[in-house]
């Protein structure tokens, strides 16, 4: 897709809730750093419900959405095409519009994942651990299905959500144990450590950070730094945040929607970073 700086282009996220995305912070970044003066980005309240009639009204200005939850496999049924990445964990954040009208689904979540770690030096592990077993927890295996060459293991709650990770690791044909999360504490020694848990799910475990850990990933960014990512950086440990992970998936998205590449990571980040001091 070719565009021009002065085109009119709109893009937006939706979610619920959605108040606190920094998604308008970093796209109009990148497009005050790419000259796309006639481009506009801006969030938008939406439900499951809403979602089938909001995205039916769209005109052709229309170039992109970013997806948050809860409609990240809402959004589905209503696409035309949507990619390999986004189909193996059956959830999309990311709309392109073509200029015939299609609406190609995309998951900049899995890729965005496996860049914040490559920037890190993190280009492959033998072992890792996921805490938690939600959507984010899928996206993570993904992850994990292109850079770690062994076991993952995935610490959960209950067998329910136990059986649902299973099932993901055979989908993305990765070797997938399962523990319950009263043994989380294992988990820290492995050379990669994912968290994808809820604000406070792993603080307890800050504690048990052993003395000279590797590497954690916790896809959090606000509040910052959690317990577990403090103890983590105290104890030399690398750390990759939830800052690292949005920006580096809004790049792709950036890149997909406007069709001009390379997105502006540095700006984006600070803009970000700037954002998140201000709350």
Same mark, same amino acid.
């Given at each position: ?31 005050? $750093? ?36 809860? !409609? ?31 609406? !190609? ?9 496996? $860049? ?160 998140? $001091?201000?709350?």
């Amino acid at each position: 897709m070719k565009t021009r700086a002065t085109d009119a282009r709109r893009a937006a996220v939706l979610g619920s809730p959605i108040a606190h995305s920094l998604s308008p912070v970093l796209h109009r970044t990148a497009y005050e $750093a790419l000259g796309l003066s006639g481009w506009s980005y801006d969030r938008f309240e939406v439900d499951e419900e809403a979602l089938p009639g909001f995205v039916a009204k769209l005109g052709p200005e229309w170039a992109g959405l970013s997806l948050t939850m809860p !409609l990240k496999r809402a959004v589905i049924p209503l696409l035309d095409e949507v990619s390999e990445t986004a189909a193996s964990v059956e959830a999309v954040n990311t709309v392109v519009f073509t200029e015939d009208g299609r609406r !190609l689904g995309d998951n900049t979540d899995i890729p965005g994942m496996v $860049a914040a770690l490559r920037e890190r030096g993190i280009e492959q592990v033998d072992s890792a651990a996921i805490l938690g077993a939600g959507a984010t927890a899928s996206s993570a295996l993904a992850a994990l299905a292109r850079i770690c060459t062994g076991e993952i293991v995935a610490y959960v709650r209950s067998e329910a959500r136990a059986a649902e990770m299973r099932q993901w690791g055979e989908r993305l044909d990765v070797e997938v144990r399962t523990a319950d999360w009263a043994d989380a504490d294992r988990a820290l020694h492995a050379p990669l450590v994912i968290a994808t848990t809820p604000a406070g799910a792993t603080d307890a475990l800050s504690s048990a950070v052993p003395e000279r850990p590797a590497t954690l990933f916790d896809v959090l960014y606000d509040p910052w730094p959690t317990a577990l990512a403090a103890r983590w950086s105290a104890y030399g440990g690398a750390v990759v945040s939830g800052l690292d992970l949005l920006v580096h998936q809004a790049v792709l998205q950036v890149e997909q929607m406007t069709g001009r590449a390379p997105a502006p990571l540095d700006a984006m980040r600070k803009a970000g970073e700037h954002a998140l $001091a201000e709350r």
